[in-house]
């Protein structure tokens, strides 16, 4: 006997390719870890922590260290107002704090509107909850949000929208324009904003909008984001949610009873990676700019059509110039033939939408010398 709940998702594709990966020893562009080490200052400050017994469990809503540097850091870099007693909640990485927050908002009967293609946590979170997600498509070929489309998407039912910027996984890194339709909409329909902003300081193009920061929009806004993508650190597992004092409160409770707490010696090493300059950030992102212009061009070769990404590092690739499979199919032909892993693009879209059968997902945040590897296998595909 299984919940119905449970019936109406599969387990997440991304984690299962990795695993395929292993399996057949191939160049794991599937899964979104780096390959390359995170920062000294924050590996030495966490076992400094734990060499100092700091082993038992932190605060429930975080350690307080890491609290006021998350505060500080989004009153340096956006101009935003945060209270780490009253607004903020450490969870265990983002991916927690997306379903904490959508288990503290949202009733059966809500919908949540969803764009697509978009991270594969997203449905299943708002089915958790008993709400029922919409869907709204980006529209390619760069992935940009049809005003129309959105508008129509909102109805008396709609409690909140979850808007991800730069997006997992096509890169797109939506304009302030599209985020102002956003905020007008939600201000007009009396609707939350929950907004997933991991990959915030990876950016090639435009810039990164806070929607907490607009007009009339603090008050309806759930900002989320981490440590894992900016400090290369997936494995720690260290998110946040900033919401308003009587939501954070309700996130806080949901987050007691999911988890506890996030690991308390880790959230040390976290406050000290929240205080690094501007120059680490630029120094970051200039890698995976670097990184993105070693894969892109070996895809192309091979035959992949695809937008160049403004942000993330994900190449969300067309492959059928090369194969009329399925993207399943095609992924575990590339798994078992060429040596690359990748994600199925139809995991990217809710079941039996029908797309993403063409599409297959490429992670470039990996050392140059993976991805140089990758190219050379790639390049089976284009002679």
Same mark, same amino acid.
């Given at each position: 006997?299984?919940?119905?709940?449970?019936?109406?998702?599969?387990e997440?594709?991304?984690?299962?390719?990795?695993?395929v990966?292993?399996?057949?020893?191939?160049?794991?562009?599937?899964?979104?870890?780096?390959?390359?080490?995170?920062?000294?200052?924050?590996?030495?400050?966490?076992?400094?922590?734990?060499?100092?017994d700091?082993?038992?469990?932190?605060?429930?809503?975080?350690?307080?260290?890491?609290?006021?540097?998350?505060?500080?850091?989004?009153?340096?870099?956006?101009?935003?107002?945060?209270?780490?007693?009253?607004?903020?909640t450490?969870?265990?990485?983002?991916?927690?704090?997306?379903?904490?927050?959508?288990?503290?908002?949202?009733?059966?009967?809500?919908?949540?509107?969803?764009?697509?293609?978009?991270?594969?946590?997203?449905?299943?979170?708002?089915?958790?909850?008993g709400?029922t997600?919409?869907?709204?498509?980006?529209?390619?070929?760069?992935?940009?949000?049809?005003?129309?489309r959105?508008?129509?998407?909102?109805?008396?039912?709609?409690?909140?929208?979850?808007?991800?910027?730069?997006?997992?996984?096509?890169?797109?890194?939506?304009?302030?324009?599209?985020?102002?339709?956003?905020?007008?909409?939600c201000?007009?329909?009396?609707?939350? =904003?929950?907004?997933?902003?991991?990959?915030?300081?990876?950016?090639?193009? !435009? %810039?990164?909008? &806070? @929607? *907490?920061? #607009?007009?009339?929009m603090?008050?309806?806004?759930?900002?989320?984001?981490?440590?894992?993508?900016?400090?290369?650190c997936?494995?720690?597992?260290?998110g946040?949610?900033?919401?308003?004092?009587?939501?954070?409160?309700?996130?806080?409770?949901?987050?007691?009873?999911?988890?506890?707490?996030?690991?308390?010696?880790?959230?040390?090493?976290?406050?000290?990676?929240?205080?690094?300059n501007r120059?680490?950030?630029?120094?970051?992102?200039e890698?995976?700019r670097?990184?993105?212009?070693?894969?892109?061009? =070996?895809?192309?070769?091979?035959?992949?059509?695809?937008?160049?990404?403004? !942000? %993330?590092?994900? &190449? @969300? *690739?067309? #492959?059928?110039?090369?194969?009329?499979?399925?993207?399943?199919?095609?992924?575990?032909?590339?798994?078992?033939?060429?040596?690359?892993?990748?994600?199925?693009?139809?995991?990217?879209?809710?079941?039996?939408?029908?797309?993403?059968?063409?599409?297959?997902?490429?992670?470039?945040?990996?050392?140059?010398?993976?991805?140089?590897?990758?190219?050379?296998?790639?390049?089976?595909?284009?002679?």
């Amino acid at each position: 006997m299984i919940a119905q709940r449970a019936r109406t998702f599969t387990e997440s594709v991304i984690r299962e390719m990795t695993r395929v990966a292993a399996q057949y020893d191939a160049i794991n562009l599937a899964q979104g870890f780096p390959d390359f080490p995170m920062p000294a200052e924050m590996k030495m400050a966490a076992a400094a922590a734990i060499d100092a017994d700091v082993n038992q469990y932190a605060i429930t809503w975080g350690a307080k260290p890491l609290r006021d540097a998350i505060a500080a850091k989004y009153q340096s870099w956006y101009g935003m107002e945060v209270d780490p007693e009253r607004e903020l909640t450490v969870t265990c990485g983002a991916t927690e704090a997306m379903a904490a927050v959508c288990l503290a908002l949202l009733d059966p009967g809500d919908e949540v509107i969803v764009f697509e293609p978009f991270y594969e946590n997203y449905g299943p979170d708002a089915i958790l909850c008993g709400a029922t997600p919409t869907f709204v498509p980006l529209e390619r070929p760069d992935w940009h949000i049809d005003p129309d489309r959105l508008t129509a998407a909102f109805s008396g039912k709609t409690k909140a929208i979850v808007v991800n910027t730069p997006h997992n996984p096509s890169g797109r890194v939506h304009s302030r324009a599209e985020l102002e339709l956003i905020a007008k909409l939600c201000r007009e329909h009396d609707v939350w =904003a929950i907004t997933d902003e991991i990959y915030e300081h990876i950016r090639y193009e !435009g %810039a990164h909008h &806070v @929607l *907490a920061t #607009f007009p009339g929009m603090r008050e309806r806004t759930v900002t989320i984001s981490g440590l894992s993508k900016t400090f290369s650190c997936t494995g720690w597992r260290l998110g946040y949610a900033i919401a308003p004092p009587e939501q954070s409160a309700a996130i806080r409770k949901v987050h007691d009873f999911l988890t506890v707490g996030a690991p308390a010696p880790l959230q040390a090493a976290g406050a000290v990676g929240m205080g690094f300059n501007r120059a680490y950030y630029d120094e970051m992102n200039e890698g995976y700019r670097a990184r993105r212009d070693v894969l892109c061009p =070996a895809l192309a070769k091979a035959g992949f059509k695809f937008t160049i990404p403004q !942000g %993330a590092y994900y &190449v @969300l *690739a067309d #492959f059928s110039a090369l194969s009329k499979d399925d993207d399943r199919t095609f992924a575990r032909w590339m798994i078992e033939e060429v040596g690359v892993a990748s994600v199925p693009g139809s995991s990217f879209y809710h079941q039996g939408s029908g797309e993403g059968k063409s599409l297959t997902r490429f992670a470039f945040c990996k050392r140059a010398e993976t991805l140089e590897a990758a190219a050379v296998r790639l390049g089976k595909l284009g002679g």
